[in-house]
């Protein structure tokens, strides 16, 4: 190869090079407090999930707390309202999507939720894995009394007692309009008491729409 040809096949070689290059590139930056949350293009993320997490959260702890205080307000006068103990069995995914790392962020977010409400304390997740493990038992089997009495003793062993379970299960709805689909995301809390088996639930639902365009990328509408 003579020097002309070597050095005209250089030039082409490092320009395919460079557009392969610029066509793999991949940038990034930090958001800020007040930037919007970016919105996913084919499946649920923090636009989804937080707001979620924060108003089925927010509305149950307030229900529950206002009923704690009226029941300490009848009780002996002076007295402040006995912290509650709960015990968070996890997040369950019920939904059409996978929902990926996020659902250790939505264990965490309500976990931290409910410790900073004042009324609740939630039990450490490590000593409710060990409890589970202990006892044999999932937390399905809690709705059955002699597994949850099992479960409770063991928890009481390791100095870690409950006032309440808490559940959290995720779902969705799918609506299909040709190529186009809305989703509708629902995030259900139960708080069930152990000591009389009554329960209360929340949910908050976000409907969000997606859109194939004529290039096949889906984007949201």
């Given amino acids: 190869m003579d020097r002309r040809s070597f050095l005209v096949?250089?030039?082409v070689s490092g320009s395919l090079f460079s557009l392969i290059g610029c066509k793999g590139r991949q940038v990034a930056h930090v958001l800020d407090g007040d930037d919007q949350d970016m919105v996913g293009s084919h499946t649920a993320g923090a636009e989804t999930w937080q707001p979620l997490i924060d108003e089925s959260v927010g509305k149950l702890l307030g229900r529950q707390t206002?009923?704690?205080?009226?029941?300490?307000?009848?009780?002996?006068?002076g007295l402040p309202p006995v912290c509650k103990h709960v015990c968070f069995?996890?997040?369950?995914?019920?939904?059409?999507?996978?929902?990926?790392d996020f659902k250790e962020q939505i264990?965490?977010?309500?976990?931290?939720?409910?410790?900073?409400?004042?009324?609740?304390?939630?039990?450490?997740?490590?000593?409710?894995?060990a409890?589970?493990?202990?006892?044999?038992?999932?937390?399905?089997?809690?709705?059955?009394?002699?597994?949850?009495?099992?479960?409770a003793a063991v928890m009481e062993q390791m100095q870690q007692p409950f006032?309440?379970?808490?559940?959290?299960?995720?779902?969705?709805?799918t609506t299909q309009k040709n190529k186009n689909y809305q989703r509708d995301y629902v995030l259900t809390l139960?708080?069930?008491?152990?000591?009389?088996?009554?329960?209360?639930?929340?949910?908050?639902?976000?409907?969000?729409?997606?859109?194939?365009?004529?290039?096949?990328?889906?984007?949201?509408?």
Avoid: C, W
């Avoid at 069995?89 to 990926?100: D, R």
């Avoid at 309500?110 to 894995?129: A, C, H, L, P, Y």
């Avoid at 589970?132 to 709705?143: G, I, T």
């Fill in 66 to 77: 206002m009923a704690i205080q009226t029941v300490a307000h009848q009780g002996e006068a």
């Fill in 89 to 100: 069995l996890g997040v369950e995914n019920k939904s059409a999507e996978e929902i990926g």
């Fill in 190 to 221: 139960e708080l069930v008491n152990v000591y009389d088996g009554s329960f209360d639930k929340e949910s908050a639902t976000i409907r969000k729409g997606y859109h194939k365009s004529v290039l096949g990328k889906i984007t949201n509408y």
């Fill in 107 to 129: 264990y965490e977010r309500i976990d931290s939720m409910v410790n900073q409400s004042g009324t609740f304390k939630m039990i450490s997740r490590r000593f409710v894995e």
């Fill in 163 to 173: 006032d309440y379970l808490l559940f959290a299960k995720i779902t969705s709805g």
């Fill in 9 to 11: 096949h250089a030039a």
């Fill in 131 to 151: 409890g589970l493990r202990e006892a044999h038992v999932a937390p399905a089997d809690l709705f059955v009394p002699n597994k949850q009495r099992q479960f």
